[in-house]
């Protein structure tokens, strides 16, 4: 009786590529959790964009809560906008800034662009990530002001301030990715700091602006981030009541629309050209 020879083991199946439709889109969901797990690993990341605009709407926007202005809307709301809007603005600019800047420093970036992995998904995961922070702030901040403050809007309004506010995250996330690539890596938190607190503090987030010398309005006319929070204001207050906090005369929403789209395209500009320099330089 004769035998079989035995047969050679089988190769094992080569892994299946992933399908080619979901790969580009599986990638940038996976940056976007990525980036969200980094940032909520980090305390101080946490505490400084998320802890800190709530804290400060505790200390100074409760306690004047229920005060009203002349139409009606309460100082709560109010504070509630502008509080909101200075987490906003610093949450685009130290997401898109220093991060940047740091991953910038260690090479990261460079060694992003030696390999196939596309520039866009790592910024969408930037993105994604900063929306999805920004989002946590808005809903944060508006249960503290609805459960201790009193505060209450119809479901339009608070759903028009929550994109508006979300909106200035992709405005100034031109800021952010100008500061780092402009600014030398080790010096951009330095950088951004000093951009952001005189820009929060002149646009009247701390202070309106009626309580603030002639000529801090005189400045806040030609600020992005004003025009960002007379936009937020907007959505949530009559017309009246925004000139009495602001203290300023009302311009038309186009105004400021125009303000704050066209120093997102300048800006972006500025940080696409100083990329690409960087670039070049690189290849040099």
């Not at 090479?107 to 995961?125: K, N, Q």
Request: glycine share 10%; hydrophobic share 55%; net charge positive.
């Amino acid at each position: 009786m004769t035998t079989r020879p035995a047969l050679p083991p089988r190769p094992a199946a080569a892994p299946r590529a992933p399908h080619r439709n979901g790969g580009p889109g599986g990638l940038a969901v996976l940056a976007a959790v990525t980036e969200l797990r980094t940032s909520m690993r980090t305390p101080e990341f946490a505490v400084g964009v998320i802890a800190v605009p709530v804290l400060l709407y505790a200390m100074f926007g409760l306690p004047n809560a229920a005060s009203p202005l002349p139409e009606g809307t309460r100082v709560g709301l109010a504070m509630l906008v502008s509080m909101c809007a200075y987490g906003i603005v610093s949450l685009a600019i130290f997401t898109f800034g220093e991060d940047v800047a740091r991953e910038r420093g260690r090479g990261w970036t460079r060694t992003l662009g030696a390999t196939p992995y596309p520039t866009w998904v790592y910024l969408a995961g930037k993105t994604v990530n900063a929306l999805l922070l920004a989002a946590l702030i808005v809903v944060a901040m508006t249960v503290l002001a609805v459960l201790a403050g009193g505060v209450g809007m119809a479901v339009t309004s608070w759903a028009a301030l929550a994109a508006t506010l979300l909106g200035g995250v992709l405005a100034f996330s031109t800021l952010g990715f100008a500061i780092a690539f402009v600014a030398r890596p080790r010096a951009a938190a330095v950088v951004a700091n000093l951009i952001f607190l005189p820009l929060s503090f002149a646009s009247g987030f701390f202070i309106p602006l009626g309580d603030l010398p002639q000529i801090m309005r005189d400045i806040a006319q030609y600020l992005p981030t004003y025009h960002f929070g007379q936009l937020a204001y907007r959505t949530a207050m009559p017309e009246a009541d925004v000139e009495f906090w602001v203290g300023m005369a009302s311009q038309p929403v186009w105004v400021h629309l125009a303000w704050v789209i066209g120093s997102a395209v300048v800006l972006g500009t500025l940080a696409l050209v100083a990329g690409r320099r960087e670039a070049v330089t690189r290849r040099g």
